[in-house]
């Protein structure tokens, strides 16, 4: 399985990026969807998640501001981001779940896609 992210690059405060996450197979085919972010020194947080039923969390940091959501003709789950602020400053990558028979759970993460909030 490969995740492809994209859509990131440098903004102004109060500005909006959307990043997308397209997957090699069906997005639905995956328990949850997610952004994470890692920004430098500090340890990888969730952005925000998306279920197969369509169920979404977002981190506090983000809600109100940050929206995610998939897009089934793209085969993508995408990011919107507005009124970014400096802290949101991050490499953004993309992540998938799929939970098998039994025990069995497979994590796949793409690679990130630089995300930058000038003051």
């Known amino acids: 399985v490969q995740l492809q992210a994209s859509g990131g690059g440098l903004v102004q405060a109060g500005g909006s990026l959307r990043l997308s996450c397209a997957a090699s197979?069906?997005?639905?085919?995956?328990?949850?969807m997610a952004w994470y972010r890692q920004a430098p020194g500090k340890v990888r947080e969730l952005v925000a998640a998306?279920?197969?039923?369509?169920?979404?969390n977002y981190a506090d940091s983000v809600k109100g501001r940050f929206s995610i959501s998939r897009d089934s003709a793209a085969n993508t789950v995408n990011l919107q981001m507005n009124s970014l602020k400096p802290e949101d400053t991050a490499a953004y990558l993309c992540?998938?779940?799929?939970?098998?028979?039994?025990?069995?759970?497979?994590?796949?993460w793409g690679q990130g896609t630089l995300v930058t909030v000038s003051s």
């Open positions: 992540y998938a779940l799929y939970r098998g028979k039994g025990w069995d759970a497979y994590n796949y």
């Open positions: 197979r069906s997005i639905f085919s995956f328990n949850t």
């Open positions: 998306i279920t197969s039923s369509g169920d979404t």
